[in-house]
């Protein structure tokens, strides 16, 4: 890591007591120039025992423990050396690192803001500060930092990808915001048509868009967007009939209309913060808009640099979510190629080939991640998947078994395992874990299995009360209004 360029820098903050404490020293400074971490670290242990109270060996030793590895015997050191000098840069840096490392991102983020405000131009300090941040979902307050590395280093393809990204979970929470707190509002039907229509969902945009524009005619941009979806279906005409609607609408009153002004100027970060005040839909709105466009600027710069593992990580996501699933394979395989030793970019590649049928070649992948992780559950789990889709469930038991040995209490593999039992005849293994598995049910698919199973099972009675169960919550499921995806993209009215 981009840490490890502090591995010669050894702290000698005290003066050693003696001419063999002086030698001690000087060989932990030998040992850890060579990159001999796991051979100073006892070098370290005599001489903070000999001087206990000395924070730079202290630091010292801390570092040789994180840069061999044990990030969880660093971390007492390296605390007990900002306990006697808290402005210690190294040890703050070094110990929001191990906590990095150990997952332990909100307990990183305390000692890594220290080394910021110790050095706010500190790459090093900067980078796992936001990494921290983000892993804490803190997208906030680590959008700062991400932009000043995006600054400091614009060829860094990950500066940029980190900084969209962290723009585009901004724009999601505003609208998610929006939805919740005014379910019915037209602001948040145009979000959801714009949403759609990203995703490659050009009916399902438009019917969203007619809702919007029948209910709050006066949101400028509506008609145009409705424009945009008839010229893409062929529609011309249809077309110039909405873009005639939208140049009627008036100009904003930048009196009244800040936000939309501000946005309509490109002064995004102005109207984030406008937005960020107490206010209404329309603020939502406008929040989670320019935090979209600062999304596309960044993604914008990652695609003007060089061909790199992450915009083919960007493009990806971007096909995958549209459901352009042979694409987003292609792009997987690129990724791939620039990383190969990232084996998150396989499981990524896998679950996108799942998605797209391609069923053995999802299972040659997961089984290729498992002969290195055996013992990951979400890679037992998504195998086990792949081998049912593939009418395999005997294959697939052991793989689920094992997923919930390692991961307790998972209901999605609770409710695969319950399918798994139910095929292959176990029926009242199945229904012991399909009824785990119900907090899980989104679409009632759990609850039939269980009345199917209950029935297999000779419990007509259990059978019966399941099946009305799973009748119920598919009526409760479907109520109200449904915006289909296949709703017919009709004239303008």
Known sequence: MFFLLLAGQLFALGTPPSHELGAMSQRGKELMAAGRYAEAVPVYRDLVAAVPRNPGLLLNLGMALHLAGDDEEAIAPLQAALELQPGLLPANLFLGASNLRLGRAAAAVVPLQKAVQLDPSHRPALSMLAEALVASERYAEAEPHLRRLARLVPADPAAWFNLGNAYEELAGRAFAELRERYPDSSFGLALAAEARSKQDQPNAAFQLYRKAIERAPEIRGLHAAVARIYRGAGHPEWAAVEEQRERRRPRPDCARERLECGFRERKYHAVIDSAARPGGPEALYWRSRAYGELAFSAFGRLAA???????????????????????????????????????????????????????????????????????????????????????????????????????????????????????????????????????????????????????????????????????????????????????AITPPR
């Open 305 to 487: 640099l060089p061909a790199s593992a992450l915009l083919h990580e960007r493009l990806a996501e971007v096909d995958r979510s549209a459901r352009r699933y042979p694409d987003s394979v292609e792009h997987w395989r690129r990724a791939i190629a620039l990383s190969p030793k990232d084996p998150r970019l396989r499981m990524e590649l896998a679950v996108t080939l799942r998605q797209n049928r391609d069923f053995a070649g999802a299972q040659e992948v997961l089984e290729e991640l498992l002969v290195a992780a055996p013992d990951a559950p979400d890679l037992n789990y998504f195998l086990a998947d792949v081998l049912l889709a593939r009418d395999e469930p005997a294959r697939a038991i052991p793989f689920l078994q094992k997923a919930l040995t390692l991961e307790p209490g998972a209901a999605h593999a609770h409710g695969a395992l319950g399918r798994a039992y139910a095929l292959v005849g176990r029926a009242a293994d199945a229904i012991t874990q399909l009824k785990q598995a119900l907090p899980a049910d989104v679409d009632g698919s759990l609850r039939y299995q269980l009345a199917r199973a209950d029935q297999a099972n000779g419990q007509a009675e259990q059978a019966r009360q399941a099946l009305q169960d799973y009748e119920e919550f598919r009526r409760s499921s479907l109520a109200g209004p449904q915006p289909g995806d296949e709703a």
